[in-house]
């Protein structure tokens, strides 16, 4: 599957940004979704995962409670809303496909990557 990323930009500390990633064929709604990110320097590390119907998100523990993932199959398309942010999420953004059970946290086990869109937090 090829996996398009949209919506980063530049954001003020305690904004909030919707990131959206498409997704091309006919087989997204068998996929585990993820969201990861990269900052300069560091590795790329993992933000959010949804299973295949929705039932299931994981996120991690530095963005719970600030950031949501969804899905909408119809639309062949994932998001993540980001509120509150802060500059530590500053990174590039990569969305990814799994054909996984579980909302994996793992980015090996993710298959297909986006080229990634930049979200800039300033403090």
């Known amino acids: 599957v090829q996996l398009q990323a949209s919506g980063g930009g530049l954001v003020q500390a305690g904004g909030s940004l919707g990131l959206s990633c498409t997704a091309s064929?006919?087989?997204?709604?068998?996929?585990?979704m993820g969201w990861f990110r990269q900052a300069p320097g560091k590795e790329r590390e993992f933000v959010a995962a949804?299973?295949?119907?929705?039932?299931?998100?994981n996120y991690a523990d530095s963005v719970k409670g600030r950031f949501t993932i969804s899905r909408d199959n119809a639309k062949n398309t994932v998001y993540l809303q980001m509120n509150n942010l802060k500059p530590e999420d500053t990174a590039i953004y990569y969305c990814?496909?799994?054909?996984?059970?579980?909302?994996?946290?793992?980015?090996?086990?993710?298959?297909?990557w986006g080229r990634g869109t930049q979200v800039t937090v300033s403090s």
């Open positions: 949804i299973s295949s119907s929705s039932s299931t998100t």
């Open positions: 990814a496909a799994a054909r996984l059970v579980i909302a994996a946290t793992n980015p090996h086990l993710y298959h297909d």
């Open positions: 064929g006919r087989t997204f709604s068998f996929y585990v």
